[in-house]
């Protein structure tokens, strides 16, 4: 069992709408990073969270550490948000992961 | 631009010729990691540097795989007689601190082994 579980694995929405990506890990974890990788293979770091919430422009990130579980959500969705979202764990100085989430927003 | 900075994009390399993989992280940044995608799966952690120093090579291959971060110049991660399977993106991030600081990643290096 992969120690760290993303659902969807793809997503299609319309623009406009509310996402929710999940991100679930079965190890304590001292760190989760959201990341976001564009159609054209860039990363780009979305957030850092050890606890609580945080939020960036129309970008939401939240993580629960009792149950192990953290969840990304984009408000307003647009086309330019379709990528690749992956979550990260970091678990003893090893970061494991996630396969991914495929979002495409339809203008 | 003061970003992560990996050259080549991409890389063509016969069976057997070694390929040299390079990352200046952003200024300031003495925290260095690489990662790989092989096609079709997910971001796996290879090696994490600092200045001179490997500080975690759990995810490296035991064979055919170095890297270094000398004082002076970029990230090398070099692969010695690559094979088809070397194939991939290699990522490389760097940060101010530790794994619980914020990761800046680089555009990757495309390795294609023909």
């Known amino acids: 069992k992969n120690e760290v579980e993303q659902s969807p694995q793809n997503l299609t929405a319309q623009e406009g709408e509310f996402i929710t990506i999940n991100c679930s890990y079965s190890?304590?974890?001292?760190?989760l990073h959201w990341l976001q990788q564009h159609p054209g293979g860039g990363i780009v770091s979305l957030f850092m969270?050890?606890?609580g919430k945080k939020k960036h422009g129309r970008l939401i990130a939240t993580i629960n550490i009792q149950e192990k579980h953290s969840s990304l959500h984009i408000t307003a969705s647009h086309p330019r948000d379709s990528a690749v979202y992956i979550c990260?764990?970091?678990?003893?100085?090893?970061?494991?992961f996630g396969a991914g989430t495929r979002l495409t927003v339809k203008p | 631009n003061a970003g992560v900075m990996q050259n080549p994009r991409h890389l063509v390399r016969r069976r057997g010729q070694e390929a040299r993989l390079r990352c200046s992280p952003v200024?300031?940044?003495?925290?260095v990691y690489w990662y790989r995608q092989l096609p079709e799966e997910g971001l796996k952690f290879m090696v994490y540097?600092?200045?001179?120093?490997?500080?975690?090579e759990s995810g490296m291959p035991k064979e055919r795989f170095s890297a270094e971060f000398p004082k002076e110049g970029p990230s090398i991660l070099r692969i010695q007689q690559v094979v088809r399977g070397d194939s991939a993106a290699y990522f490389c991030?760097?940060?101010?601190?530790?794994?619980?600081?914020?990761?800046?990643f680089g555009p990757g290096t495309r390795l294609l082994v023909l």
């Open positions: 990260a764990v970091l678990f003893n100085n090893d970061m494991r």
């Open positions: 969270l050890s606890s």
């Open positions: 190890v304590g974890i001292s760190a």
């Open positions: 540097l600092q200045k001179e120093n490997i500080i975690d």
């Open positions: 200024k300031g940044h003495s925290h």
């Open positions: 991030a760097s940060s101010t601190g530790s794994y619980q600081e914020t990761q800046y």
